[in-house]
C-alpha cells in the first residue's frame, strides 16, 4: 500500500474542511471547527462597571470589593473633561482630562491595514472601537478614571529636547493625585507616574490601578484565512507567559496569575501589543473582568500603604503601545516578545527569525531575505529531500507494474498487499521512503509559516514591483498563479496515482491551493513559489538520474 498517497489524501481532505469552515466564518456563519475561538458580537461603549472575574479586586479600608471606577459620585459628574492631543515623531495620543485617560493613540510610522491613508489607530474611543488605557486610586472615594482632572500648562508637540510631558491633578476624598505621561522622542514607550498626597487630616491607604480596557471583537482587515490571537495576556517569573480570552473572560472561568510582584499585563493584536510594565519587587494584584456588553479589561492593583496627613507616594509605571518588534520587546520587560506569536514551535521560529535579521542586515530587503532563507533551508535540508525524491523516482519507474498488480487481484485485497510487498522488495523500494523525509521538515516548515505571519517587519515592507507590503495579498495574484503553476509541476513529476479517483484529485490540488493563497501575505506565497522552484529543479534532476541509471538494468 503507497502510504506516501494516503497520507497527502488525509492532508488535502482536512486542508478542505478547514477552507469551508474559514468560508462559513467569512459569511457570517458559525464554525464548525474550534466554535470558542471567534465568538464576536458588536462593541459597546465604555461604560465601566462591573465585577471582577479571574481576580477579586481588593477590599482596601473597608471599600468593599467593588468594580474599579463606580464611586457614585465621579459616575455622577456632570463635568465633562477636555481632549488633549500630544503630538511626537511616532504617536499622536489623546488624552482626556476626565479621568486622564488615553482614548486614543495613533501610531505614525504604520499605515491602516484597510485603508492605506490612514495610520494605525490603536487606543480608541468610538461608535466602532473601545481601546483604552485607564488608571486611577481605590480604597475610598479618591480620584479615578472618571474625576475631572486639571492639565498644567505646557508643549503639546515634541520639540528639540526630545522629551515631553503632560501632567494631570485632580483632588477628591483628601487625596491629591497627579498623573504624569512622559513621552520620548522614536520611543513607543510612555512613562505613566502616580504621585498621591494626603491633603486631608487622617491616613489614608490608596491602591493605584492601572488597566487596559477593549472590546472583544477582531481589528479590522484580519483576514478569514488564517487565523492570529486577539486578546489579553499575563506574564509572571512564576507562571511565565499566559494568552486569556475574551470569551472565557465573559463566562468567568478564566485562569490566571492573580498575585506577584514582577512581570505585566498586556493586549495582543495582530503586529501590535500595548503592556503595562511595574518596577520589578512591586507586589501587585492582577485582575481581568468584563465591564459592559462586549468590553473587557485586564489590570494591575497597587497598595501604597498607610499614607499619613501632609505625606506623599509615588508609583512609577512604563506603557508600551506599538509594534511587536522583537528586538524592542526583549529590551522592554522580561517575556515581553513572547506576545509575538509564533504558536507551539517558538523553540524552533526564533533561531528563524533570528536568522531572517542577520540575513537581512546585508540585504536590505525582506522580499531578497525570505528567498535567500529558504534557499539556506532548503540545502540544509538537501540530504532528506534528496532522498525522498530517489524515493518517488523508483515509484514513479514501477507505477506500471503496480497498476497491474491491482488490476490483477482487483477483488483479493491480501493477495494484493502481498503482491505489492513482493514488488517493493524485489525493487528495494521503502514505501516510507517518500514520506518520512518530508514529515522531518514539516515542523521547520510550520515555524516559517508562523515568522512571516506574525513579524511586524514584514507589514509595509517592499520587495519590488507590484510587491509593496509583503505583508497583505499579491495585488494583481501574480504569485498565487505561479504558485499553482509550481504545484501542477511538482504534481506531473511525482509517481501518477494507480487510482482514477486520486489522480483526479492530485490534478485539483493545484487550483485549490491557489484559489486559498490568494488571500494569504504576499511574503508567504513567495516563500512557497520559491521552496517549489527549489523543489522542482531538485526533484527533477534526481528523477533523471534514477531513469538513466535503471535503463540498463
Not at 457570517?28 to 465604555?46: D, Y
Not at 499553482?484 to 511538482?490: E, N
Not at 484529485?505 to 488571500?519: A, L
Amino acid at each position: 500500500m503507497d502510504i506516501r498517497r494516503t497520507v497527502l489524501w488525509v492532508v488535502f481532505s482536512l486542508s478542505l474542511l478547514m477552507l469551508w469552515d474559514k468560508w462559513q466564518q467569512h459569511n457570517g456563519n458559525p464554525p464548525m471547527l474550534f466554535p470558542g475561538t471567534s465568538e464576536q458580537v458588536k462593541p459597546a461603549g465604555s461604560g465601566v462597571t462591573g465585577k471582577a472575574n479571574s481576580a477579586p479586586l481588593p477590599s482596601v479600608a473597608g471599600t468593599p470589593s467593588a468594580a474599579i471606577g463606580v464611586d457614585a459620585a465621579n459616575s455622577a459628574a456632570a463635568i465633562k473633561g477636555e481632549t488633549i492631543s500630544i503630538i511626537t515623531d511616532v504617536f499622536k495620543a489623546d488624552i482626556d482630562t476626565q479621568g486622564g485617560e488615553l482614548k486614543r493613540l495613533e501610531l505614525l510610522k504604520h499605515k491602516d491595514t484597510v485603508d492605506k491613508a490612514k495610520n494605525v489607530v490603536l487606543f480608541d474611543s468610538s461608535a466602532s472601537r473601545t481601546y483604552l488605557a485607564e488608571s486611577g486610586l481605590i480604597g475610598g472615594a479618591f480620584p479615578s478614571h472618571k474625576t475631572v482632572f486639571t492639565a498644567r500648562p505646557g508643549a503639546r508637540t515634541m520639540d528639540a529636547t526630545g522629551s515631553l510631558q503632560l501632567v494631570l491633578d485632580a483632588e477628591q476624598g483628601g487625596v491629591k493625585l497627579t498623573k504624569t505621561y512622559t513621552f520620548k522622542r522614536g520611543d513607543y514607550h510612555i512613562d505613566l507616574k502616580h504621585d498621591v498626597t494626603n491633603i486631608g487630616e487622617t491616613a489614608v491607604t490608596p491602591s493605584v490601578y492601572l488597566q487596559l480596557v477593549r472590546d472583544g471583537s477582531k481589528p479590522e482587515g484580519e483576514s478569514s484565512f488564517y487565523s492570529t490571537f486577539t486578546g489579553p495576556a499575563v506574564y509572571t517569573d512564576e507562571q511565565k507567559f499566559q494568552k486569556l480570552t475574551f470569551e472565557k473572560i465573559e463566562k468567568g472561568t478564566e485562569e490566571h496569575a492573580s498575585k506577584a510582584d514582577n512581570g505585566w499585563i498586556a493586549l495582543v493584536q495582530h503586529y501590535f501589543v500595548s503592556a503595562i510594565i511595574l518596577p520589578q519587587q512591586t507586589p501587585r494584584e492582577i485582575f481581568t473582568k468584563k465591564i459592559a456588553t462586549n468590553l473587557y479589561a485586564v489590570g494591575s492593583i497597587v497598595s501604597l500603604g498607610s499614607i499619613a496627613p501632609g505625606a506623599s507616594a509615588s508609583l512609577d509605571s512604563l506603557l508600551y503601545s506599538g509594534p511587536q518588534e522583537s528586538a524592542v520587546l526583549e529590551q522592554t520587560a522580561p517575556g515581553l516578545d513572547l506576545v509575538k506569536d509564533y504558536g507551539w514551535l517558538t523553540i524552533i521560529a526564533k533561531p528563524i527569525f533570528w536568522l531572517m535579521t542577520q540575513i537581512h542586515k546585508i540585504l536590505g530587503n525582506w522580499g531578497w531575505t525570505i528567498i535567500v532563507l529558504t534557499m539556506l533551508i532548503k540545502l540544509a535540508f538537501f540530504p532528506l529531500s534528496a532522498a525522498s525524491y530517489r524515493s518517488m523516482a523508483k515509484m514513479k519507474m514501477v507505477t506500471p507494474k503496480m497498476t497491474e498488480i491491482r488490476e490483477r487481484f482487483k477483488g483479493d485485497q491480501l493477495k494484493m498487499n502481498q503482491a505489492m510487498m513482493a514488488l517493493y522488495k524485489t525493487e528495494k523500494i521503502n514505501p516510507l521512503g517518500g514520506c518520512l523525509p518530508i514529515v522531518v521538515q514539516i515542523p521547520v516548515f510550520i515555524s516559517l509559516y508562523w515568522v512571516l505571519l506574525a513579524s511586524v517587519e514584514m507589514r509595509n515592507a517592499p520587495w519590488l514591483g507590484w510587491i509593496q507590503d509583503l505583508a497583505s495579498p499579491d495585488p494583481y495574484y501574480i504569485l498565487p498563479v505561479l504558485m499553482a503553476v509550481s504545484m501542477f509541476v511538482q504534481t506531473k513529476l511525482n509517481p501518477k496515482p494507480p487510482d482514477p479517483m486520486q489522480a483526479k484529485v492530485m490534478m485539483f490540488m493545484p487550483i485549490i491551493f491557489s484559489v486559498m493563497f490568494f488571500f494569504f501575505p504576499s511574503g508567504l506565497v513567495l516563500y512557497w513559489v520559491v521552496n517549489n522552484v527549489l523543489s522542482i529543479a531538485q526533484q527533477w534532476v534526481i528523477t533523471k538520474k534514477a531513469e538513466r541509471q535503471a535503463k540498463p538494468a
